[in-house]
């Protein structure tokens, strides 16, 4: 595609329930990342991904959060039993061979909010 | 750990003034830098990178920053502000990793 895809562009959940946020990387890129925007917080890193596997997941705020990355393209970051914390924009990005080398492009995020 | 600090959550301009936007970062280690802007209802999107080339680099939309070791700064600016610079600008760095780890943020408003 053009651009790192990322749906659902919104999703309101209730609390306790599980939520799955898809990414769909540029095509060819190998690195992927997600990232939490929560306000005044600025861009908290949650995970790496360097083909299907995940060198980096220091960034998972509890085992609640998960990620999987499937044929070195799309990617699911799953949050199971939400809580009303975990409303934030969730953005996912992909870089042809990662960071620094390369440059890291965004999507537009998904909004999760958490009622 | 490596760390970036942007002064200045808020920054108000006039429209034709100088912008200037802080950021401060911590490593022991010399460090990749990058700076983002995101409009509204956008995604985020790379203005300029620091890799060591050059202490001043330039970025799209007029903007530049410059590496300054001693004061382990990597602020970013503009001679003369305009309206559609008005969003939100993220600086980050990477230092011997394949993450890029971002400052909280400053937005920036430009008035006629």
């Known amino acids: 595609g053009a651009g790192v895809s990322q749906s659902p562009s919104n999703k309101v959940t209730e609390k306790g329930k599980d939520v799955e946020l898809r990414c769909d990387p540029i095509?060819?890129?190998?690195?992927l990342y997600w990232y939490r925007q929560s306000l005044g917080q600025g861009l908290e890193f949650l995970i790496y991904f360097q083909g299907n596997s995940a060198p980096d997941k220091s960034g998972l705020p509890s085992d609640r959060f998960s990620a999987e990355r499937t044929g070195g393209s799309v990617s699911t970051l799953t949050i199971q039993r939400t809580q009303q914390e975990d409303s934030a924009v969730y953005l996912c990005a992909s870089s042809l061979v990662g960071v620094p080398n390369t440059e890291a492009f965004f999507g537009q995020g998904t909004r999760l909010t958490v009622v | 750990a490596q760390s970036v600090t942007q002064l200045g959550s808020h920054v108000s301009v006039s429209e034709g003034a100088l912008v200037l936007l802080r950021c401060n970062y911590s490593s022991s280690v010399p460090p990749y830098l990058f700076w983002y802007v995101q409009y509204p209802n956008q995604g985020l999107q790379l203005l300029l990178k620091?890799?060591?080339?050059?202490?001043l680099v330039k970025g799209i939309n007029g903007f530049e920053a410059e590496f300054k070791k001693s004061e382990t700064s990597f602020h970013l600016t503009k001679p003369s502000a305009h309206m559609s610079d008005a969003a939100e600008y993220f600086c980050?760095?990477?230092?011997?990793?394949?993450?890029?780890?971002f400052g909280t943020g400053t937005r920036l408003q430009v008035f006629p």
């Open positions: 980050a760095v990477s230092i011997n990793t394949d993450k890029l780890i």
């Open positions: 095509s060819g890129h190998t690195a």
């Open positions: 620091y890799t060591s080339a050059a202490t």
